[in-house]
């Protein structure tokens, strides 16, 4: 947790000194600051792709891990507040119950009958949870978190590599401009003036 704050100011000096390449590049008319920066610029863009193609091909797994990480919580929902909280909110959120189905919490209630959490409920009322059974399924969630929760994460997903296109196409345009600057300036530093 503490290495994020350091991770940030690192990244923003990076992008600082980058930056400064092509800000003071362009104003004392340095082509050798403007090739630079062009240079850092395509290796970020390298950088992107990479990162673009790991996430893609992590995007397959992640059923799997939300479905892990869903089953062992489910576990703690009695004795840990945030946890209880974070299901709580995801159920009511996402309208589904369980990481699979509504059936999977009766483990993790001490009760000789089914019990689920309150949450679960299409009608929210206290103790609604507690008449859970096969038979009534109209007044409860029945599909699983998992589903759900897969299907926002991917469409994040999708959204950031939207985003993350735009920016690359940015970063190209940035490219081309600090080349054509470059050359210019590299072509008009060694005219003879008459």
């Known amino acids: 947790v503490a290495t994020v704050p350091i991770i940030l100011i690192a990244a923003g000096v990076i992008i600082l000194i980058i930056g400064f390449l092509g800000c003071c590049g362009a104003w004392v008319k340095s082509h050798k600051m403007l090739y630079a920066y062009a240079v850092i610029i395509v290796i970020l863009f390298v950088l992107e792709i990479v990162g673009g193609i790991i996430a893609v091909k992590k995007n397959s797994k992640v059923k799997g891990i939300l479905e892990k990480a869903m089953k062992k919580s489910m576990g703690q929902y009695q004795s840990d507040k945030p946890t209880r909280v974070a299901w709580n909110t995801v159920q009511k959120e ?4 369980g990481s ?4 999977e919490w009766k483990p993790y209630f001490n009760a000789t009958s089914e019990v689920i959490p309150d949450s679960c409920c299409k009608t929210i009322t206290d103790g609604c949870g507690a008449k859970f059974s096969e038979h009534s399924k109209d007044k409860f969630w029945e599909k699983g978190c998992v589903d759900e929760l897969t299907k926002k994460v991917k469409t994040s997903l999708e959204a ?3 985003v993350a296109i735009i920016f690359a196409l940015l970063e190209l ?9 470059g050359r210019l300036f590299h072509t008009t530093e060694y005219q003879v003036i008459e």
Do not use: K, P, R, Y
């Open 94 to 97: 996402l309208e589904c119950c």
């Open 100 to 103: 699979s189905h509504a059936g």
């Open 160 to 162: 950031m590599a939207a």
């Open 173 to 181: 345009l940035g490219v081309i401009v600090a080349c054509c600057l």
